[in-house]
């Protein structure tokens, strides 16, 4: 089992930044791929990036390409999401997640993760 706690969400003016931050304890935190998932009212739970077990592979979606930045301490069990000149449009509760992969890959698709947290939520008023 790996337990997963986001922080670092809130209110946020458009063109503001945001940290967030998920703390990951139980199993072997540097055996997994960590990723950030995001969804708004009424909309599919998406992809927003990814970073492998080494930080060595990282994958973003293309909305936020530029303007985020994923990082891992895993010396922290801790995973990173460092967002820039937000937009209202990123509102969204965002999750992160944990997949298995010792192999070091990384995947966008929601359905093959393992671990969940309980999300944070994040608000850009325009």
């Known amino acids: 089992q790996v337990q997963l706690v986001e922080s670092g969400g809130g209110l946020v003016q458009a063109g503001g930044s945001l940290r967030l931050s998920c703390a990951a304890s139980?199993?072997?935190?540097?055996?997994?791929?960590m990723g950030w998932f995001r969804q708004a009212p009424g909309k599919e739970r998406d992809f927003v990036a990814a970073?492998?077990?080494?930080?060595?592979?990282?994958d973003y979606a293309d909305s936020v390409k530029g303007r985020f930045t994923i990082s891992r301490d895993n010396a922290k069990n801790t995973v990173y999401l460092q967002m820039n000149s937000l937009k209202p449009e990123d509102t969204a509760v965002y999750y992160c997640?944990?997949?298995?992969?010792?192999?070091?890959?990384?995947?966008?698709?929601?359905?093959?993760?393992?671990?969940w947290g309980q999300g944070t939520q994040v608000t850009v008023s325009s």
């Open positions: 970073i492998s077990w080494s930080g060595g592979r990282i």
């Open positions: 997640a944990a997949d298995w992969r010792p192999l070091g890959d990384v995947r966008n698709t929601a359905g093959g993760y393992d671990y």
């Open positions: 139980g199993r072997t935190f540097s055996s997994y791929a």
